[in-house]
Every structure is written in structure tokens, then in C-alpha cells.
């Protein structure tokens, strides 16, 4: 299959936007691609914003974003509060959050829920990505959970071996709040990434797959 590649901006460096509901939403979702999107430019610069998490959840948060990202010249990270499981209640407020984040923020790729998954929280936040940056590149990522809810991505991103077990390390050494669920395991982790691998035929045999809703082929 024919690969498409990223053509970073000329004169400057790729500016990445990552947007989670969650603490562990993008280290599940799309840590992997970032990672080796910032090895592939390593002057890129990545804001990295995480919309709830309090106590427990916002260190894990600000730990698992120390480790996957550069330093602060090359990253900022923004972790937000608002109320888990109530984000369309707040939907004003976090709408205001979003214009804010468009004044300082002038991303050329954008990762975002999938507008399509069941949480009310990761619907709202796929929703006002779409809303609020209306001609940019935005690669929506998936979150495996109980309701099911997985489709077939339209793009896929191959993983080197030692991104993959980053990410799984990464994700399991530091949420541990999220350890007593069924699902959080590195078999869920790597056995998705594996699936996607085989559907795209990875050299690597594992993959992050993105909905890409909207692409300008140049």
C-alpha cells in the first residue's frame, strides 16, 4: 500500500495539538504516533491538554506527560478540571476553555476523540475539535472500553517496536488508579495495536489507527 507522509511546515518547526477528556485517554489513544512523530522532528512542539483530573488523576497525568514528551521549551502541557462524566453540562464553560486555546494554539495536526464514541465526555470534546479548528488536519484516535464501541479506522500509523512497549510501560507503571479495571492490561494495550498492525500490514506488526474524516491530498 501506498504510504502517505506528514510534509512538516517550511522555515519552522511541526506544531502538534493533543487533545484528551481524560488522564490516560492520549497515552491509550494516540501516544504511540506521538512519540514517534516527535522522534521523526525532533524541534516539534507539542501542547498537550487534558480537560479533567483532580488529586491522584492530575499527578498521573502530569507524570505520564513528563515522560512522553519533551521538555518545556518543546511542550506545554494544560491539564484542565472540569467534572468527569459531565462535560455536556459543561459544555458552555469548556467551549470558552476551547476559544481560548485556539488564541495561542496554531496547530498542523490535530489528535482528538473520535466523534463517534460512546462517552458523553469524549463525544464533546471530539465535537468542539471539529467546531473550533474548522481547516486543520485532525486524526480522531480510539479508546478501547466496555461499550464497545470500535469501527474500522481509514488511517493507520506502523509502530516501532520499542514505541509500542513505551507506550505500554508508560500506561501501565503510571496510572495506577486505573489498575483495578478489567480491562487495563498490556494484552488490551498490545493486542489492539497488533490488530491494527495486521489491518495495515505494519512492517512492524503493530499499529495506531486514527478516523481521518477530513485529508487534502497535495
Not at 21 to 28: T, V
Not at 148 to 177: C, H, I, M, N, W
Not at 193 to 215: D, N, Q, W
Request: charged share 25%; proline share 6%.
Amino acid at each position: 500500500m501506498l504510504g502517505l507522509r506528514l510534509a512538516p511546515p517550511e522555515g519552522r518547526p511541526l506544531r502538534l495539538l493533543c487533545l484528551g477528556a481524560h488522564s490516560d485517554d492520549l497515552e491509550i489513544g494516540c501516544s504511540g504516533t506521538v512519540q514517534q512523530l516527535l522522534r521523526s522532528w525532533p524541534q516539534a512542539h507539542c501542547t498537550w491538554v487534558v480537560w479533567s483530573g483532580a488529586g491522584a488523576r492530575r499527578e498521573e497525568a502530569e507524570q505520564a506527560a513528563r515522560q512522553i514528551l519533551p521538555g518545556p521549551g518543546q511542550s506545554t502541557v494544560v491539564l484542565e478540571q472540569f467534572k468527569d462524566g459531565f462535560f455536556p453540562d459543561q459544555w458552555a464553560d469548556i467551549k470558552g476553555r476551547f476559544e481560548t486555546l485556539k488564541a495561542t494554539a496554531a496547530p498542523d495536526l490535530i489528535f482528538t476523540h473520535q466523534r463517534n464514541d460512546r462517552h458523553q465526555d469524549h463525544r464533546v470534546i471530539a465535537e468542539l475539535t471539529w467546531n473550533t479548528w474548522r481547516d486543520h488536519a485532525i486524526l480522531e484516535y480510539e479508546i478501547p472500553k466496555y461499550e464497545g464501541d470500535l469501527s474500522t479506522p481509514t488511517l493507520y500509523v506502523p509502530l516501532a517496536p520499542e514505541v509500542v512497549d513505551r507506550k505500554v510501560e508508560v500506561l501501565l507503571s503510571v496510572f495506577q488508579t486505573q489498575q483495578s479495571r478489567r480491562w487495563f492490561d498490556a494484552e488490551t494495550f498490545r493486542g489492539l495495536m497488533r490488530l491494527r498492525g495486521v489491518e495495515c500490514g505494519s512492517p512492524t506488526g503493530y499499529a495506531e489507527g486514527f478516523h481521518a474524516s477530513k485529508l487534502v491530498l497535495t
